[in-house]
């Protein structure tokens, strides 16, 4: 699926070291493809939790150690591995990107912090592990932004 956006990636990208650029690149692809089938296009919401669900299957893959035909896994796979990453990250972003899916609007300031906790959390608790700065206090205190 292919869809322009307007996004920071590629000015942020500048900051990084070039160690990190792959890294990023793997996580953001996988992010960002992923949010697309959930906000993009004119799937349905039945077809869009599907293709979310096959996303899990192929997280639940590269934890299993089984090679993926799709280089967006692959690539992903690798990053995780070289870096160590937590799987439980994505997973927590799949949730969060069904959860756009099927929620429209949120009743309260608590229902919005349980989405940010599998949305925005993981990207900076992903990013501090490419760091090696995944400290408790460094989780909590990306968390809290």
């Known amino acids: 699926m292919s869809v322009?956006?307007?996004?920071?990636?590629?000015v942020a990208s500048i900051l990084l070291p070039p160690y990190l650029k792959a890294a990023?690149?793997?996580i953001y692809a996988f992010a960002r493809t992923a949010d697309d089938i959930a906000d993009e296009g004119d799937a349905t919401p039945?077809?869009?939790l599907l293709a979310l669900d096959q996303y899990n299957n192929a997280l639940d893959d590269i934890e299993?150690?089984?090679?993926s035909q799709e280089k967006?896994?692959?690539d992903l796979a690798t990053i995780i591995r070289q870096y160590q990453l937590p799987i439980g990250a994505f997973h927590d972003l799949i949730s969060a990107f069904k959860q756009d899916v099927v929620?429209?609007?949120?009743?309260n300031f608590e229902d919005l912090l349980d989405y940010c906790k599998r949305s925005a959390n993981p990207v900076g608790r992903l990013m501090l592990h490419l760091?090696?700065?995944?400290?408790?206090q460094n989780?909590?205190?990306?968390?809290?932004?």
């Open 4 to 10: 322009d956006h307007y996004e920071n990636f590629p």
């Open 24 to 26: 990023v690149r793997a």
């Open 46 to 48: 039945e077809q869009r």
């Open 64 to 67: 299993a150690n089984i090679d």
């Open 72 to 74: 967006l896994f692959r």
């Open 103 to 107: 929620t429209k609007r949120y009743q």
């Open 131 to 136: 760091y090696q700065a995944a400290s408790p």
């Open 139 to 145: 989780m909590s205190d990306s968390d809290a932004i």
